[in-house]
């Protein structure tokens, strides 16, 4: 093993054991929350004394139910990560794309369920973590995604105690363990020094905290390493590192220059006596985010607890009563006979099963006392204190809602508000006494959505087609960090480019608003039928059922012109009365050209008769004279036929030119419909 990969492991586990030390209090509490949350609520010492006496031990565990009461709201209401554009290289289209990226991060690797676990841990044990990883796409590309993991046990996980920031992202160095079996770690690592060791007792004395119960300890070591660079300032406003500047491409005098501190993520993995595999982390941040419960310091010492820390001792005076009333109702053996000594001579048989069994009759030995006969056994009864019971179950049953903050009203119990204000009110209660919670988990997922932002250039930093998710869950490939033409304009979506950071937004999710936004728009039409006349594409375009959207679009084509939007090619429809005036004149262009095609038709005509008669007196006139007269005669019926034609159809075509035009005019601008 190398000098440095030495300093390395000393150096670990160092800060690996005042980890451990800082937090025991913290993670022994914790612990019993968990135990506490899963049933195991009865000390030790009590339940087997009960269960040796035979007496009711009952766990009558509602811890689960008012934590589901603040987990389920937070699934309801997911805080959301949104990108803004911070400087001048930064531009609302490629901060677009960086959210629709992050959406996408999130998709793929369920972060949703990273989250609720994470959550859960913090509204139990007081703490749970969520990871950031990067992995390669497939086996045959050495592309990389960015993915979000779960921590499924919040305890394996070990931080600076140094890092105070309620996201802990000033942590300068934090381990996330594992432990293997002798047999699992050799099928993973069989190359490792630990592999060839015939047991690990070596491990156990050079290393205490990394081998234990025949397990070897696996940690990912994340630490930050910290060098000062000199920052310069080039006379053409670029900025780059000393040790840079001979590769800037176009020199330029340094007109200022400053010392800056530099910072590098190096992640390790290490078994406390050798180092597995090493490399430099892509980002700035240590990829592990904390979502905490309440934190409080005391006298310099960090306190956390969740919500079932102060329910513990309610939780269990519940199950002490509620045994307790069991025993004393359902369990409790008959009250004892009392008799005479003797009187039960020759019957023990009976009179020992009598507190258990019911018998027909009983016999016993009449005996005397002083000469005086002693009366019958009889049984010495005692009256429960069933009202004190009963009452206690009651208190524990108050002290356990205040000490989680959860109300009657938000478990569904009817109080003696009637107007659905005050019931909301009430029901609200439970959602502020615990909204701690929710605003930690947000700050927590802001700074996840930090690490991704600082992570995509990094990851995403060759020319690739990236997929991108919307609000409404529609997708998109878009090419980043490559020029590319989008109707008809060059684009490119440089995400080396400016700086973005992130915001939180928490509410309902989008499928969750349309389902809100549905039942609203129903109520709203039985309140009010004229939505359906006027909207009925819209309310079930909001459907989300199957073929709602097909419905919404076959309504839209039987609305009337006034209610529908502007047409596909982007032109805008005439008002009402513009289009009242354009069916007129539409109506008068066809009246003018069906007369002048009956025009046409009457000259045909008369150019046959015409011809007719001409053929007639060629056949009957014998005169060259008379036929010529009667040609002269024709020529002029046919000429006078053509002028009076001529001059109708001009008229007439005039007429038509004329209404064209205004049509054209009233198309181009509707707002002179008035003086048309």
């Known amino acids: ?108 690797s369920d972060a949703e369920a990273a989250y ?62 594992e432990d293997f079996s002798k047999e699992e770690y050799e099928a993973l690592y069989p190359d490792s020094q630990a592999a060839g060791l015939s047991d690990w007792s070596s491990i156990g004395d050079a290393a205490p905290d990394w081998h234990s119960g025949g397990n070897i300890r696996v940690a990912e070591y994340f630490s930050i390493e910290r060098s000062r660079r000199e ?111 003797g009187q039960f001579e020759g019957h023990e048989a009976k009179w020992r099963q009598a507190n258990v069994r019911s018998f027909a009759y009983l016999e016993y030995k009449p005996t005397s006392v002083g000469g005086q006969p002693a009366p019958p056994p009889q049984r010495n009864f005692a009256e429960p204190p069933i009202q004190a019971i009963m009452a206690s179950i009651g208190q524990a049953d108050n002290d356990l809602k205040a000490t989680m903050g959860i109300y009657d ?15 909301l009110a009430r029901q609200r209660e439970s959602d502020t006494a615990n909204a701690n919670y929710g605003d930690n988990l947000a700050r927590a997922i802001k700074h996840v959505g930090r690490i991704l932002i600082d992570l995509i250039p990094h990851i995403y930093d060759a020319a690739r087609v990236v997929r991108i998710l919307r609000p409404d869950g529609t997708s998109d490939m878009v090419p980043v960090n490559q020029p590319f033409v989008d109707k008809g304009v060059e684009r490119i979506y440089d995400l080396g480019a400016g700086k973005y950071d992130v915001s939180i937004s928490t509410g309902p999710s989008y499928q969750t608003q349309r389902q809100e936004a549905a039942a609203s728009m129903i109520e709203m039409a039985a309140a009010d039928p004229r939505l359906m006349q006027v909207a009925p594409d819209l309310v079930y375009a909001a459907m989300d059922w199957p073929g709602g959207q097909d419905i919404a679009a076959r309504y839209k084509k039987t609305l009337p012109p006034e209610l529908r939007d502007a047409g596909e090619n982007g032109t805008q429809e005439l008002p009402p009365e513009a289009q009242a005036q354009m069916a007129a004149m539409g109506q008068q262009i066809q009246q003018l050209t069906a007369a002048l095609e009956e025009s046409m038709r009457a000259l045909e005509t008369k150019q046959i008769e015409a011809e007719n008669r001409l053929q007639v007196a060629r056949e009957q006139s014998e005169s060259r004279e008379r036929i010529a007269e009667m040609q002269r005669e024709t020529q002029l019926m046919i000429n006078a036929a053509k002028i009076e034609s001529q001059e109708t159809q001009a008229a007439f075509k005039a007429q038509l030119e004329e209404l064209k035009m205004l049509v054209g005019a009233m198309r181009r601008s509707p707002d002179q419909q008035v003086s048309a």
Not at 149 to 166: C, G, H, I, K, Q
Not at 412 to 423: F, K, Y
Request: glycine letters at 6%; hydrophobic letters at 40%.
């Open 116 to 177: 609720d676990t994470a959550f859960e841990c913090a509204t139990t044990g007081s703490f749970g973590w969520v990871r950031i990883i990067t992995e390669y796409c497939n086996d045959e590309t050495f592309d990389q995604d960015i993915r979000v993991e779960r921590v499924l046990n919040p305890f394996s996980v070990y931080v600076d105690p140094a890092a105070v920031r309620p996201d802990r992202s000033d942590m300068n160095w934090a381990f996330i363990v």
């Open 409 to 423: 009203a938000s478990l569904g119990q009817r109080g003696p508000e009637s107007s659905g204000r005050a019931i």
């Open 231 to 341: 920052l310069l300032l080039l006379e053409n406003g670029q900025i780059v590192f000393a040790d840079q500047f001979e590769q800037v491409k176009v020199p330029a005098r340094v007109i200022r220059r400053r010392s800056v501190e530099s910072k590098r993520v190096m992640w390790a993995k290490i078994n406390g006596i050798e180092v597995l595999e090493r490399r430099e982390w892509a980002g700035k941040w240590i990829p592990l985010v904390p979502v905490l419960g309440d934190e409080v310091s005391v006298n310099g010492k960090r306190h956390l607890f969740g919500m079932v820390r102060f329910a513990r001792d309610p939780q269990r005076m519940y199950n002490y009563w509620v045994s307790s009333a069991t025993e004393t109702i359902a369990l409790a053996p008959r009250a004892p006979f009392i008799g005479v000594e």
């Open 1 to 108: 093993m190398s000098k440095a990969d030495e300093q390395l492991i000393e150096l670990a586990r160092k800060r690996f054991k005042a980890a451990a030390e800082a937090e025991q209090h913290i993670r022994e509490e914790a612990l019993k929350d968990f135990e506490f949350r899963i049933g195991e609520q009865w000390p030790e010492g009590i339940k087997k004394q009960r269960e040796d006496d035979g007496r009711p031990a009952l766990t009558i565990n509602r811890i689960p139910q008012f934590l589901r009461q603040v987990t389920n709201e937070q699934r309801l209401s997911r805080p959301a990560i949104q990108v803004n554009a911070v400087d001048s290289g930064a531009d609302i289209e490629t901060a677009e794309i960086y959210q629709g990226m992050t959406r996408h991060i999130e998709v793929a």
